[in-house]
């Protein structure tokens, strides 16, 4: 059975940080790329943050140089630092894992809110 837990979420002022985690089983993780999406309410489900099997980032626009995404394949987790938060990060975020080699399976998490407000 494939799971994905999203972890780390909560209320948070602007200009704040948070961490959120992602912990999977039933996959070979490792050879996963892995991904950090959200969506508001009323809005799509957008990508936030991308990483590969090898490491390799990418990130929404709107995430550049606030959010990192890193990979802990020994602990078969992936994470979301986020900083300077913004209202407009306001929204669920989903863990996404897509299966090699053509990434045509996609598994996703339950979700955990982010609210940002002060």
Known sequence: ???????GGGLVQPGGSLRL?????????????????RQAPGKQRELVAGISSG?????ADSA???FTISR???KNTV???????????TAV????????????RHYWGQGTQVTVSS
Do not use: H
């Not at 059975?1 to 972890?7: A, I, R, Y």
């Not at 985690?21 to 950090?36: D, E, V």
């Not at 490491?55 to 990130?59: K, L, M, S």
């Open 21 to 37: 985690s992602c912990a999977a089983s039933g996959i070979i993780f490792s050879i996963y790329r892995l991904g950090w999406y």
């Open 79 to 89: 994470f979301l630092e986020m900083n300077s938060l913004k209202p407009e990060d």
């Open 64 to 66: 550049k140089g606030r």
């Open 55 to 59: 490491g390799r980032t990418n990130y």
């Open 93 to 104: 975020y989903y863990c996404n894992a897509e299966s090699p080699p053509n990434y045509n």
């Open 72 to 74: 802990d394949n020994a």
């Open 1 to 7: 059975q494939v799971q994905l837990v999203e972890s």
